[in-house]
């Protein structure tokens, strides 16, 4: 009788622990770091390695579709065309001015070897034949799979480069005709460091989360720009976890760099969720865990998971 009380209050005391400490773990572009980014191999290996929520990027086609990118132009360090020659280094064709046959004609597998950028993710295996894929592409993809994850789509707009990409509002529109039309609206999160895109889905499918994404770094600052955060000023509003708390946020997605545990603490006691990005080494990952942090994107969701098991956290099932 005692020994089985006392396992009930364990069993309790477990659930309780695992909730308290629940992490929304997000695979970045999938997971960058096995992966060429943002292809249809890159969320296939993070489901198998297991996440909560795949972190991916959207534009629109010259022909209105929503596809997965993470620039707004084909990147030559990532894209060969239909030749198999690397493009040329500089900026490559807009996807806003491509039709999506132009589009899935370029080969987005594999990262140009002699780059900094391949030395970075030096563990991402390529693969050839990844095109830029539909998001509807990728909704059928996880059903196929059964996996319940969570998906955080970011906006992808930049409000000083106008003629790049489609207008806020036909981003948007596609976008949640996409999400609605495969039945993943409660399953999905609208992230951008452009929140004029966060203000017109929280307009438009107020059910769903949005996520204001922050950079403060040496060389970007969307905080005190008030072009990028849908004209609130942090001045007027008293400081950042109050400036996303005034444009209607579910959650604030500082850079890593930038966040502090006071400010995780004060977006906390807001009711905001705080994710910070992207967060690759794993004694990064320990403290901000350490901070109570709602989620954690990564490249390397694998590294999390090791870091989540060591301080005794469920992780997610892996759908392989
Ligand atoms: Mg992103």
Redesign the pocket.
Known sequence: MRCASSRLLAAALCLACASAFALDLQG??GTRGNAPENTLAAFSRALAIGVDTL???VGLTADGVVVVS?NAALDPVITRDASGQWLPPGRGPLIHSLTLAQLQAYDVGRIRPDTPYAKTFASQQGRDGEHVPTLAAVFDLVKSRGAPVRFNI?T?IDPTRPADTASPEAMVQALLKVVQDAGMASRVSI?SFDWRTLRLVQKAAPAIPTVC?TVQSANSDNVHDTRWTAGLRIDEEGGLPALVKAAGCAAWSPNAGAVTQDLVKEAQSLGLQVIP?TVNAPADMDRLVGWNVDGL?TDYPDRLRQVMQARGMAVPKPFP
Request: charged share 40%; no cysteine; aromatic share 8%.
């Open positions: 970045h572009r972190e991916l990027d993470h970011e992808k992230q994404l990005w994107i």
